[in-house]
């Protein structure tokens, strides 16, 4: 007689039903992209989960629906979240090398420093100041800061800049109007002292995590964006 197998509903299945309906579930998997191959990369991938959870929720149908949006933008202030996985700055680098991002010198020199210090498992909601908020001679890091003082807002891990590289596209920071997000984090200083800040850039030589000085006078672009951590609601 062939052993039944209780789920955990208490029903009860023969067990060459179950091992059928797991060979279909692969079948399906790998029709939708997700083959167990893909599970060897780090489920802490974005765009992965966002797609296993399509799947998941649809029990297994591929269907066409219209693309979440990872960002919202309202009076001139960008908002998105991103969650860090314990990644260390030299991993950073060839995770992003990996896929083909490029990462300067000067960046590479802030992720290798002891002072950048990456978290685990810690989701931060983003506010991006949008360049355009502020006059062109106004546009400086030190009135920048003011202005997210007065907003209430807070010095971002350095690693924000890393996760943010890494979620978003250069079409999206396009659709956002914007050439480069800067992480306004703590500054980091580089291998002679100078104080620098990790940013998340876009142009025409592809996909790039840089890092530029942070000096109270720097006048910036308009179509930057400034990225600060929103304040814990306890």
């Known amino acids: 007689m062939e052993n039944l197998i209780a789920n955990p509903e208490g029903n009860k299945m023969k067990a060459s039903k179950v091992l059928g309906t797991v060979y279909e579930c692969q079948r399906r998997l790998e029709e939708a992209g997700l083959s167990f191959k893909a599970w060897q990369w780090p489920i802490d991938d974005a765009d992965f989960r966002v797609r296993l959870a399509e799947f998941w929720m649809s029990r297994g149908k591929l269907s066409i629906s219209e693309p979440v949006c990872k960002w919202r933008e309202k009076d001139g202030v960008i908002y998105l979240s991103v969650t860090s996985y314990g990644t260390t700055g030299p991993q950073w680098i060839s995770r992003l090398e990996s896929k083909d991002f490029r990462v300067s010198d000067y960046a590479k020199q802030l992720l290798r420093s002891d002072d950048f210090k990456p978290t685990n498992g810690v989701t931060t909601e983003v506010a991006v100041l949008k360049g355009e908020l502020f006059n062109d001679n106004d546009r400086i890091t030190k009135k920048i800061r003011a202005e997210a003082n007065k907003r209430k807002l807070e010095k971002p891990n350095a690693e924000v800049a890393c996760l943010i590289r890494e979620k978003f596209t250069d079409e999206e920071l396009e659709a956002m109007g ?38 109270s006078a720097y006048g910036w672009r308009r179509d930057s964006g400034f990225a600060f951590a929103m304040a814990q609601v306890s």
């Open 178 to 215: 914007l050439w480069y997000i800067v992480a306004m984090h703590e500054p980091i200083e580089d291998s002679v002292g100078s104080p620098y800040l990790l940013r998340a850039n876009r142009d025409d030589e592809g996909r790039w995590l840089y890092a530029y000085y942070d000096l």
